[in-house]
């Protein structure tokens, strides 16, 4: 069974603050890791990543990922509160279906 | 572009009934639509993948006689609650692929979800 697993489960930080969240993932047939930044409603897409060590970026988000670790990271520097949500990570497969498995997800709080 | 909509956003119904939630892509014609299923506080669980014209395929553990899925057509797929119980109260959302990237990345639209509760 396909497997994503985010860490930290929650975090508070202080704005200005940077902060790194973690995915590691275990599929088969393996495609591409995307994610996703979630406030009250549908997921939102940001990245998403297919090669090793290649770095993904946009304004102050950037992510990149590990396919001999199976894992990922998002980088948001300079945090405001806007930033705040929950952040999902999942994994595209090989299947026709395109079939995407989430994440626990992060989620974030940043504070004034 | 590559706008996807539900409706209703949000419904409250009495246990033992049946409610329809409907996913329609605005824009674009969509092959594949998924929906997924999301628990206050944790991640989108994946209930079925629905393909116009045929049978929706089911995730393990979902029961298919209770949500029932139907995709007639390229832009609606709808999913049908029944016999809803309390337990069925959850965040439903709907996702669609485009049919014109069909075989490359499949970028999944997502629906501004249907918030379901069962008294």
């Known amino acids: 069974e396909d497997k994503v697993v985010q860490s930290p489960l929650s975090l508070v930080v202080h704005e200005g603050d940077t902060v790194t969240l973690n995915c590691s993932y275990e599929?088969?047939?393996?495609?591409?890791l995307l994610w996703y930044k979630q406030e009250k409603k549908a997921p939102t897409f940001l990245f998403m990543l297919?090669?090793?060590?290649i770095e993904k970026k946009s304004g102050r988000l950037s992510s990149i990922l590990d396919k001999k670790e199976l894992f990922s990271i998002l980088n948001i520097t300079a945090t405001q509160t806007g930033d705040s949500a929950i952040y999902l990570c999942?994994?595209?497969?090989?299947?026709?279906?395109?079939?995407?498995?989430f994440g626990t997800g992060t989620r974030l709080q940043v504070t004034l | 572009g590559a706008v996807v909509s539900q409706h209703p956003s949000w419904v409250i119904c009495k246990s033992g009934t049946s409610v329809k939630i409907e996913c329609r892509s605005l824009?674009?014609?969509?092959?594949?639509m998924f929906w997924y299923r999301q628990f206050p506080k944790q991640s989108l669980m994946l209930m079925a993948t629905?393909?116009?014209?045929?049978?929706?395929?089911?995730e393990q553990g979902v029961e298919k006689d209770k949500f029932l899925i139907n995709h007639a057509s390229l832009t609606l797929s709808t999913l049908t609650v029944t016999s809803a119980h309390p337990e069925d109260s959850s965040f439903y959302i709907c996702?669609?692929?485009?049919?014109?990237?069909?075989?490359?990345?499949?970028?999944?639209?997502f629906g501004p979800g249907t918030r379901l509760t069962v008294t």
């Open positions: 996702s669609a692929t485009d049919v014109w990237t069909s075989g490359s990345f499949d970028e999944q639209y």
């Open positions: 599929v088969t047939n393996f495609r591409s």
């Open positions: 297919t090669s090793s060590g």
């Open positions: 999942a994994v595209l497969n090989t299947g026709t279906a395109s079939k995407l498995t």
């Open positions: 824009d674009f014609q969509a092959t594949t």
């Open positions: 629905s393909n116009e014209g045929s049978k929706a395929t089911y």
